[in-house]
């Protein structure tokens, strides 16, 4: 039995993969397997072109539908952009935000992401705002600064308040993809860290926010991570792709 106050979440971002004969085919394994029928939250998140198609499906279910990335601004000319009002309208109810993708690959910086989250927020969306250090900078010890320095830039544009309706998601950039995984104490220390940072702002908020691992989460080793006290789930992303793999780590989240 999970005894922790906060709800566990499992947010699976399917990232650029997947037909929609593949996503129809991914979502109906999980609902069949009942991927959400335990006391987790399950989010999925696949890519914008199936939003649509994967919010009919999982109508009725148990299974909530969330996005990968949102514009900071409101509609208008912003072209190949996608609006938070966008999102809501299609049923969505989550949205990633500062995925270390989005950083290193787009240039997407603490002000910009700090914009997204507020856009997200202003259309009932919840933000899950990544945050997380390179290999380099892990090795180099300034895990705690990089870790708290996206973190403030939220903080200080959207105010503590904010995270009442907001989930934050620790993914350290060298465990993402690589098969290397944080081991539960590291990825507890920097969950600490972030429930203590936040605690400095409002200790009722610190303690009910969702913070999440993210970073080659299997089956295997979801129990073990999902068991530090300052976790509460994960943001999964190859494992999402396997309704076998992904239903079991739900199922690790339970507690």
């Known amino acids: 039995m999970n005894l922790k106050l906060r709800r566990p979440l499992v947010a699976g971002n399917w990232k650029m993969h997947g037909n929609r004969a593949e996503a129809e085919r991914l979502v109906g394994a999980l609902i069949a397997r009942g991927a959400a029928a335990g006391t987790a939250e399950v989010v999925l998140c696949p890519p914008f072109v199936h939003l649509a198609d994967v919010g009919r499906q999982l109508a009725g279910s148990r299974i909530t539908l969330g996005a990968q990335d949102v514009c900071a601004e409101e509609p208008g000319a912003h072209t190949g952009e996608i609006a938070a009002s966008m ?15 989005r ?8 002000a910009l992401v700090a914009r ?8 009932g969306l919840v933000p899950v705002l990544c945050v997380g250090e390179t290999l380099a900078e892990r090795e180099r010890g300034a895990t705690r600064e990089v870790v708290l320095r996206q973190l403030d830039a939220v903080l200080s544009n959207a105010g503590a308040d904010a995270f009442a309706a907001a989930v934050v ?16 104490g590291q990825a507890q220390e920097v969950h600490a860290l972030i429930r203590v940072r936040m605690a400095e702002k409002d200790a009722r908020i ?22 530090m006290p300052d976790v509460d789930g994960g943001l999964i992303g190859g494992a999402s792709l396997k309704a076998e793999e992904f239903t079991a780590i739900c ?3 339970e507690g």
């Open 169 to 184: 998601a620790y993914e350290p950039v060298w465990a993402i993809g690589t098969g290397r995984t944080a081991t539960p």
């Open 206 to 227: 610190a303690a009910s926010l969702r913070v999440l691992y993210g970073g080659s989460v299997k089956a295997d080793n979801a129990g073990l991570l999902f068991a």
């Open 116 to 123: 997204k989250f507020q856009a997200a927020q202003r259309h």
């Open 251 to 253: 199922r690790a989240a």
């Open 103 to 110: 950083r290193a690959l787009y240039g997407e910086g603490d």
């Open 87 to 101: 999102l809501a309208d299609l049923g969505c109810r989550y949205v990633i935000v500062g995925h270390s993708e």
